[in-house]
Antibody, heavy 119, light 110 residues
Framework: QEQLVESGGGVVQPGRSLRLSCAAS????????MHWVRQAPGKGLAWVAL????????FYADSVKGRFTISRDNSRNTLYLQMNSLRADDTAVYYC????????????WGQGTLVTVSS | QSVLTQPPSTSGTPGQRVTISCSGS????????VNWYQQLPGTAPKVLIY???QRPSGVPDRFSGSKSGTSASLAISGLQSEDEADYYC???????????FGGGTKLTVL
């Protein structure tokens, strides 16, 4: 059964860094574009970043550009999100999701990992 | 403020038909397919409709999608209590080079 599992969330102080991971099981990430989507408490979904199947193309939301970096290790079947210079408004549940190609619907979603930025 | 505009809430009684609108612009809905996601309380989102009007396997045919110009709609017929959830539209935006979501619509089944 196809499954995505995020990890790495937690409480972090403003200005600090955190790295999220998303591990796939039951399928290989190699042929999928991958995304990070976040949801602030009580708010709607917000797309964060995407990476093409081979890592050659990366796109970011303006709100995280220059602070967050998306990457992948296909040999480990894992997606990452390096988050630097964290701010209070980055507090959210972060979901990873897959799509057949960059511009296709997000078909598989993880269960999410909570990141809380607070002093 | 979301790039795609949805009504914050809607409601219906069991058996009724409801529609949820999603309004965008030429750079997103006007140029690219629209996808719809359902998020049940306390769970991760799941794709409900992709490419404007396609249903993934397992999604009941009570759910249907359509698109015209820079707007899209999700229709739910034969409303059931388990349809109570948040619904989001999404599309790729060519100008932003980014995925954009609607603000979400909370559906209440009365």
């Amino acid at each position: 059964q196809e499954q995505l599992v995020e990890s790495g969330g937690g409480v972090v102080q403003p200005g600090r860094s955190l790295r999220l991971s998303c591990a796939a099981s039951g399928f290989t990430l190699t042929t999928y574009a991958m995304h990070w989507v976040r949801q602030a408490p009580g708010k709607g979904l917000a797309w964060v970043a995407l990476i093409s199947y081979d890592g050659s193309d990366k796109f970011y939301a303006d709100s995280v550009k220059g602070r967050f970096t998306i990457s992948r290790d296909n040999s480990r079947n894992t997606l990452y999100l390096q988050m630097n210079s964290l701010r209070a408004d980055d507090t959210a549940v972060y979901y990873c999701a897959s799509s057949i190609v960059v511009a296709a619907a997000f078909d598989y979603w993880g269960q999410g990992t909570l990141v809380t930025v607070s002093s | 403020q979301s790039v795609l505009t949805q009504p914050p809430s809607t409601s219906g009684t069991p058996g009724q038909r409801v529609t949820i609108s999603c309004s965008g612009s030429n750079s997103n809905i006007g140029s690219n397919p629209v996808n719809w996601y359902q998020q049940l309380p306390g769970t991760a989102p799941k794709v409900l409709i992709y490419s404007n009007n396609q249903r993934p396997s397992g999604v009941p045919d009570r759910f249907s999608g359509s698109k015209s110009g820079t707007s899209a709609s999700l229709a739910i017929s034969g409303l059931q209590s388990e349809d109570e959830a948040d619904y989001y539209c999404a599309a790729w935006d060519d100008s932003l080079s980014a995925w954009v979501f609607g603000g979400g619509t909370k559906l209440t089944v009365l």
